[in-house]
C-alpha cells in the first residue's frame, strides 16, 4: 500500500527515497535557519511544527494528528479515540532528568501521532529537549541501528534498554550538523505499518 502522496507516486520504495531525500534537505534547513530554537522543547506542538516542516512537501497531512488506527506487528500505538488526551498527557510529564526525558520519548513513540515521519521528527523532537534540559545530544552515530529498534520495540514495556543505548552515545557537541544530521536517517524508521480503518479496531 502507498500513501497517497503530493509527488504522485505510486511505487512504494521510490515514495521511501523521496521522503528520505526530501525530509534531510528540510531537516538541515531547520538546523541551518535555527528554526528549532524557536520551538518550546518537549511539547506536542513543536513536534507537529518538525513533522509539518520535514513532509509539508509530501503530503497532506504533515503536522496534522492521525485520523487512523496503526500498528507494527502485534503492537498497536495509541487508538485514534485517545490519541489527543494522551498527547496532552505527554506535554505535562516532566522532563528535568534523562530518565525523565526517556520516558517521555518512549511514550511520544507510543502514542505515534502522526500518519508517517513519526521516527524522524520524533528524534529531532529528543534531542530538542536533552539539550535545553542538559546540555547534550545523541550521537546517532554511535547507535546501532538493530539495537535502537529492538529496544524501541520493548520499550513500552521496559525502558531500560533504550536508555542505556542512548545514554551511551550522549555528547556535548550540540550544535554539530553532522551529529544532527544522522539522527533523520531513515533506516532508524520502522518500516512495514500495517494500516486499519478505525472501526475495525
Given at each position: 500500500?502507498?500513501?497517497?502522496?503530493?509527488?504522485g507516486?505510486?511505487?512504494?520504495?521510490?515514495?521511501?527515497?523521496?521522503?528520505?531525500?526530501?525530509?534531510k534537505?528540510?531537516?538541515?534547513?531547520?538546523?541551518?535557519?535555527?528554526?528549532?530554537n524557536?520551538?518550546?522543547?518537549?511539547?506536542?506542538?513543536?513536534l507537529?511544527?518538525?513533522?509539518?516542516?520535514?513532509?509539508?512537501?509530501?503530503?497532506t497531512?504533515?503536522g496534522e494528528?492521525?485520523?487512523?488506527?496503526?500498528?507494527?506487528?502485534n503492537?498497536?500505538?495509541a487508538?485514534v479515540?485517545?490519541?489527543?488526551?494522551?498527547?496532552?498527557?505527554?506535554?505535562?510529564?516532566?522532563?528535568?532528568?534523562?530518565?525523565?526525558?526517556?520516558?517521555?520519548?518512549?511514550?511520544?513513540?507510543?502514542?505515534?501521532?502522526?500518519r508517517?515521519?513519526?521516527?524522524?521528527?520524533?528524534?529531532i523532537?529528543?534531542?530538542?529537549?536533552?539539550?535545553?534540559?542538559?546540555?547534550?545530544?545523541v550521537?546517532?552515530?554511535?547507535?546501532?541501528?538493530?539495537?535502537?529498534?529492538l529496544?524501541?520495540?520493548?520499550s513500552?514495556?521496559?525502558?531500560v534498554?533504550?536508555?542505556?543505548?542512548?545514554k551511551?552515545?550522549?555528547?556535548?557537541?550540540?550544535d554539530?550538523?553532522?551529529?544532527?544530521?544522522?539522527?533523520?536517517?531513515?533506516?532508524?524508521?520502522?518500516?512495514?505499518?500495517?494500516?486499519?480503518?478505525?472501526?475495525?479496531l
Amino acid at each position: 500500500m502507498v500513501l497517497e502522496n503530493k509527488l504522485g507516486i505510486t511505487e512504494s520504495a521510490e515514495l521511501a527515497r523521496q521522503e528520505e531525500r526530501i525530509s534531510k534537505k528540510k531537516a538541515l534547513e531547520l538546523f541551518e535557519n535555527k528554526i528549532l530554537n524557536s520551538l518550546d522543547a518537549g511539547k506536542f506542538d513543536s513536534l507537529a511544527k518538525i513533522h509539518k516542516y520535514l513532509f509539508e512537501d509530501i503530503y497532506t497531512f504533515a503536522g496534522e494528528i492521525r485520523k487512523v488506527n496503526i500498528a507494527k506487528g502485534n503492537f498497536r500505538f495509541a487508538p485514534v479515540m485517545y490519541l489527543e488526551q494522551a498527547l496532552k498527557h505527554i506535554d505535562n510529564m516532566p522532563q528535568a532528568t534523562y530518565e525523565e526525558i526517556i520516558e517521555k520519548y518512549v511514550e511520544m513513540n507510543v502514542a505515534h501521532p502522526f500518519r508517517e515521519g513519526n521516527g524522524r521528527s520524533t528524534r529531532i523532537w529528543l534531542d530538542l529537549i536533552l539539550k535545553k534540559e542538559l546540555g547534550k545530544v545523541v550521537d546517532w552515530s554511535k547507535v546501532d541501528k538493530e539495537d535502537y529498534l529492538l529496544a524501541m520495540e520493548r520499550s513500552p514495556i521496559k525502558n531500560v534498554e533504550i536508555s542505556v543505548l542512548l545514554k551511551q552515545a550522549l555528547t556535548c557537541d550540540v550544535d554539530n550538523r553532522e551529529v544532527y544530521m544522522k539522527g533523520i536517517d531513515a533506516s532508524y524508521t520502522y518500516e512495514g505499518y500495517f494500516v486499519y480503518k478505525t472501526a475495525d479496531l
